[in-house]
């Protein structure tokens, strides 16, 4: 295994918390303040979160087997097991989204594709499979950071669905660094990890834009001049996605990359800094009911 830079911090405790938010009783289709595409954007996230989900607490069971009986090893099966807890827990609240979603007439394309995709790779060697959950976790990590650091990108929006992401995003915060942790305890080679994010990059990006392409389609705004001009100012605007991302996705190339490094060395705050503030301001919201300890 290539050598990683490790912060020497202890690695945080891992609660599983129960989201006291009903989404039972249904939301406006478009919840982000009118914004058709802001809120089919979203949208389109979510319909990938249970399938996804799934896959990384698969991948990072299977990868665990491979893990020595050793005491240096109990903190990160500790990590692990709250790491597989909150990631259920997404799976769980997402699901009840998308629900209301397709009540709503949108069509979930992205858990088919991206099931089928799991599917063809079943024969594949766990290893691979780990270096793919490390890419989408440092992904959906540099997409919770942007969610938590600016709230332009929420502003407006549904209340409950501004508690479901930015909770999703604090969590995602906590526990970026589990499946990294664990593919470089079994020697993960760094050649494969930036391979397989490449692919996630690419595969990422494509399925989103398509996947909120058809939800627009099927909202009847995909052909509004409004629709695209959120677009383009979302993704390409001053403060919009891409300028907020690429540079924090882009160092997951370096050969020293750790997800506990800031993904922006210039900002004071750190990512997990503003996870745990958004915890403890929102502690209301939710109820812990596991822990690894």
């Avoid at 290539?2 to 918390?17: D, F, G, K, Q």
């Avoid at 289709?29 to 058709?36: I, K, L, N, V």
């Avoid at 992205?110 to 440092?138: G, S």
Wanted: hydrophobic fraction near 40%; charged fraction near 20%.
């Amino acid at each position: 295994m290539l050598p990683t830079s490790s912060p020497a911090s202890a690695p945080p405790e891992l609660r599983v918390r129960k989201l006291e938010v009903d989404l039972g009783e249904g939301f406006p289709t478009r919840w982000h303040g009118g914004d058709a595409f802001r809120s089919m954007f979203f949208n389109a996230l979510s319909m990938s979160f249970p399938v996804g989900e799934q896959f990384f607490i698969d991948s990072v069971r299977e990868a665990l087997k491979k893990l020595p009986e050793a005491p240096e090893h109990e903190a990160l099966r500790r990590q692990i097991q709250g790491f597989i807890g909150q990631e259920a827990t997404h799976r769980r609240v997402h699901g009840l989204y998308n629900e209301q979603l397709a009540q709503q007439g949108l069509v979930n394309r992205w858990q088919h594709w991206a099931q089928k995709r799991i599917d063809r790779t079943r024969h594949f060697n766990p290893m691979h499979h780990l270096a793919v959950t490390c890419a989408y976790e440092h992904f959906t990590a540099v997409l919770a950071d942007i969610t938590l650091r600016h709230a332009d990108v929420l502003d407006g929006a549904d209340d409950r669905l501004q508690t479901v992401w930015r909770w999703h995003a604090a969590e995602e915060t906590e526990h970026s660094a589990v499946a990294f942790a664990l593919y470089q305890a079994l020697g993960g080679n760094h050649a494969w990890r930036v391979r397989w994010f490449t692919y996630v990059l690419i595969t990422f990006i494509w399925e989103a834009l398509a996947q909120t392409v058809l939800n627009l389609w099927h909202d009847g705004s995909l052909a509004r001049p409004s629709s695209w001009w959120s677009a383009l100012c979302f993704g390409f605007g001053r403060q919009g996605l891409v300028w907020r991302s690429v540079g924090p996705l882009l160092r997951y190339y370096r050969r020293d990359f750790h997800p506990d490094q800031p993904l922006h060395p210039a900002d004071q705050a750190s990512a997990r800094a503003l996870a745990e503030r958004w915890l403890n301001e929102h502690a209301s919201q939710y109820r812990v009911v596991g822990a690894a300890r």
